[in-house]
Structures are given as C-alpha cells and as structure tokens.
C-alpha cells in the first residue's frame, strides 16, 4: 500500500534527481582575440590589402517605423583561402548614425587556412541599431577573405532569420 509518505518520497527523489547541478566558471565560448594576435610586417608588397563593410542589424523594424524587433547577429569572418594565412588587422563596430561603439580588435589577429573566428552580438546590446556596420580591414597573400552575419530572433513558435554579406572597398 503506497501512503502519502512513500508518495512523496517518490516524488521527491524524481524531482531532485532530474535538476542538473550549477556549472561553476563556466568560460564562454567566444574567442578572445587577443590570443590570436600575431605580428605583422605591413611594408610586406606580396600582401593584398583591403577593406570590407558588413551591415549587421540589433535590430529591426516591425509593423511600423516606430517598432522594432531585437536580433542575435553572428557576424563570421572566414579565411577561404586552402593553404595561406589571412591577417585581419581591424575590426570595428558602428551604430546606425556612423559611430564606433566597439572595437573588437585593432591589431593583426592571424587566422590559418579555412579558419573562421566568429562575434556574437547578443540580442539585448541593442547599440549598432537598425543600421549598424562593420568595418574589417586585412592582408591575405592571395584569396579575398568572406564575411558575413546571420542575424537571427525566435520568439515562441515565430523566427525570424537573414543574413548579410561583405563588400570590399577597395
């Protein structure tokens, strides 16, 4: 005969064994830049040098211009290149209006061949805006470096998702 002691005994057990323990210092994974830093001769004439804009949205508008819609961006940067290094020496984030509000490095960060290093904006930091721009400058010995955003928002049964693409200036 099961009483009301042994039931929730039962309960109990099921209830504390089915929550997973706290992680502790658990490290993000983002990557730190900074352990990618390299040094690099600029004066180097077999480097190509450019430059790249990428648009990349906090947000967009819905319904109206007076109502947006917050995003998750993950802006990629990707080494094509099969057997190169690719040296992406700045990478700096604007708001709508044109105004730098993160620098994410400005240094030579070295990315080996098909490497991609990767910047999560999350969807609550809400400073690039509607228009918000990338601005990524690199050396490669050969292939153009490729970057791109996924921009990406679910909110119950509803997604929404894009992606952009970079465009060499010069």
Known sequence: ???????????????????????????????????KRVHLNKMDSTLLHGTTH???????????????????A?????????????????????DTK?????????????????????IVINEKEQLGGTGGNFIFEWYTPENLPHFESVMISTSGQQGISFRTEGINLK
């Open 1 to 35: 005969m099961v009483t009301k002691f042994h039931l929730s005994l039962l309960l109990f057990s099921v209830a504390t064994l089915s929550c997973e323990a706290p992680q502790k210092n658990k490290e993000p994974k983002s990557i730190h830049f900074e352990k």
């Open 54 to 72: 990428l648009s990349v949205y906090s947000s967009i508008y819905s319904q109206t211009e007076h109502r947006t819609h917050d995003l998750t």
């Open 74 to 94: 993950t802006v990629s940067m990707r080494n094509l290149n099969l057997n190169d290094s690719l040296f992406i020496t700045k990478a700096i984030y604007h």
């Open 98 to 118: 044109g105004n730098p509000v993160h620098t994410y490095f400005d240094y030579p960060v070295g990315m080996g061949p098909l490497e991609t290093l990767e």
